[in-house]
């Protein structure tokens, strides 16, 4: 069990607390949590402090260095030294001088495959994924699994970034902080390009799970990438790369403009990935599930059914 003290008052925006952040009990059930990093060093230290504060603890804490070149595995390995409750691992890409948001998910395909066996003999029932930046309330992975251990149906599932309860109500559980079954991630034998966030989201439905988040919080350093201009063009890109029809698209964008969510970037960022043509996903599930060749009605009739839910 790690340590619940924490200074900042998360229960003021949680759903489930009232005076002070309130333990559901501890679930036995383990899981493996897994962070993804390339060349960031100096958020290392915080992110053991903060996941150490954790009523519940992973059985084995996962990095993936993601061909870092300022000396980020040896930090981890310096500052996991500190940390002795945690079983720390550490799998490395080949080093890169710049990172790269679009090939993520390669290096998932590349690892993963490495470690699942022994991931498999820990009898893990769950996989989480946490990024640097973040710090989620301390009984956080507690009370998503508890929930999730009392309803075998929910496949996928996350709190919510404080500030951005609404934005993150109308989409998918995010994957700075996602909770999945293990039995989902097992049977992954290569993952999209991406970062694994909506690809475990599109995974679970199709093995016929329910997604679901809450209104247990989760701060974060820097807005989430999806609600700036920048990130907003990358959610264009995104969208020629998953096969979304134009139509679509537009629709999404407008709906975006309306309500002053850099529509216009979205828009700007799937011209500008259709001019080029190049990048394209060939995943018959993440395909299929965004409308690749279905007519421009089906997307209008979708688009109404999900209110917009889902997200690239």
């Known amino acids: 069990m790690g340590s619940t003290s924490s200074k900042f008052p998360f229960h003021r925006y949680c759903e489930f607390c009232n005076k002070e952040c309130e333990s559901p009990g501890i679930p036995d059930a383990e899981y493996v949590h897994v962070t993804n990093v390339w060349n960031g ?4 230290e915080q992110a053991f402090r903060n996941l150490a504060k954790q009523t519940k603890l992973p059985k084995v804490w996962l990095w993936i260095d993601d061909g870092s070149v300022d000396g980020t595995s040896e930090e981890i390995l310096r500052v996991a030294s500190k940390f002795p409750q945690f079983e720390v691992w550490i799998e490395k890409m080949p ?3 710049k990172g790269n948001l679009n090939t993520i998910g390669r290096a998932y395909s590349a690892i993963m495959p490495r470690v699942i066996d022994k991931l498999d003999s820990l009898n893990i029932k769950y996989f989480t994924i946490q990024d640097v930046d973040t710090e989620p309330c301390p009984n956080y992975f507690a009370r998503v699994i508890w929930f999730m251990d009392n309803d075998q149906t929910l496949g996928a599932c996350s709190g919510t970034v404080i500030g951005e309860e609404t934005a993150r109500e109308a989409g998918m559980p995010m994957g700075g902080l996602k909770v999945v079954r293990w039995n989902i991630v097992r049977e992954i034998q290569k993952y999209w390009d991406l970062s694994p966030d909506t690809f475990l989201n599109i995974r679970a439905l199709k093995k016929g799970y329910r997604l679901k988040i809450w209104r247990i919080p989760v701060r974060q350093d820097t ?3 999806g609600t700036t201009e920048k990130g907003m063009f990358y959610q264009g890109q995104l969208n020629y790369f998953i096969g979304r029809p134009f139509f679509g698209v537009l629709i999404r964008a407008l709906r975006r403009v309306i309500l002053r969510r850099y529509g216009t970037a979205m828009l700007r960022g799937y011209l500008f990935e ?3 043509g190049t990048w394209r996903c060939d995943d018959p599930d993440v395909t299929s599930f965004y409308g690749q060749g279905k ?3 089906w997307v209008i009739i979708n688009l109404i059914r999900t209110r917009g839910r889902y997200s690239a």
């Open 274 to 276: 259709k001019a080029k």
């Open 295 to 297: 007519p421009w009605p």
């Open 41 to 44: 060093r100096d958020y290392i």
């Open 223 to 225: 807005p989430a990438y």
């Open 95 to 97: 080093p890169k001088s």
